[in-house]
């Protein structure tokens, strides 16, 4: 005789508010994707990484004048255009800056920021590169690539990359950079299992 089934465990807070919207809580395939995502942060480790590489990108947007940022927990998002559902990870997020002139240096500093959660992981961790959750961040910094005014870059993009990784791994082996960052990762992280 079986006993019962086990109940899934909910880890972290996870924001479905469009899933909701759409009437979709009930999807077998939201399920599947919600429960594979409060899985994966199931692993306190796993989050704890999460966070530490957030904690990079903010820690840099601050010192480079963004306001306001702020972490966001996980998300699953339902796209109505083909009734797909898709979960990213925590992020932070900080205040637009349309003040700000977009050119090459500019590309340049939010490129930095962009890397920066990969490179805390390879510096403070000793992770490679491929485990470091970056490709995310990679792609979204194509697409900026691509999007950007005509004349705004003159570097090729994959050099525009290595560059502000050698700027971010510079900024983010500081000591006082560096304890803020894992200041920032412990405070993200009990915001994230609350």
């Known amino acids: ?5 086990a109940k899934p465990v909910e880890h972290v807070r996870i924001n479905y508010a469009d899933v909701i919207v759409n009437g979709k809580q009930d999807d077998p395939e939201f399920l599947k994707v919600y429960w594979a995502l409060q899985d994966r942060f199931s692993d306190e480790h796993f989050g704890y990484q999460v966070c530490l590489h957030e904690a990079a990108h903010a820690v840099l947007m601050e010192q480079d004048g963004i306001k306001n940022v702020r972490f966001e927990k996980p998300v699953v ?9 898709r979960s990213l990870g925590a992020m932070v997020h900080g205040d637009d800056t349309p003040d700000k002139t977009v050119d090459e240096a ?5 490129t930095t920021h962009a890397v920066a959660g990969g ?5 403070y961790r ?3 590169p491929e485990q470091t959750g970056s490709e995310h961040d990679y792609r979204q910094f194509l697409v900026a690539c691509v999007k950007a005014p005509p004349g705004a870059l003159k570097t090729k993009p994959d050099d525009l990359w290595k560059q502000a990784q050698e700027i971010a791994r510079s900024r983010l082996t500081d000591a006082a ?7 920032r990762a412990w405070e993200y992280f009990d915001l994230l299992y609350l």
């Not at 005789?1 to 089934?5: D, L, S």
């Not at 998002?77 to 559902?85: E, I, K, L, T």
């Not at 500019?106 to 939010?110: N, S």
């Not at 950079?177 to 200041?183: F, I, M, N, R, S």
């Open 126 to 128: 000793g992770l490679r």
């Open 77 to 85: 998002v339902y796209r109505p255009s083909d009734g797909s559902f």
């Open 119 to 123: 490179i805390a992981l390879q510096e």
């Open 177 to 183: 950079t560096k304890a803020e960052v894992e200041a």
């Open 1 to 5: 005789m079986e006993g019962p089934a």
């Open 106 to 110: 500019r590309f340049l500093t939010l």
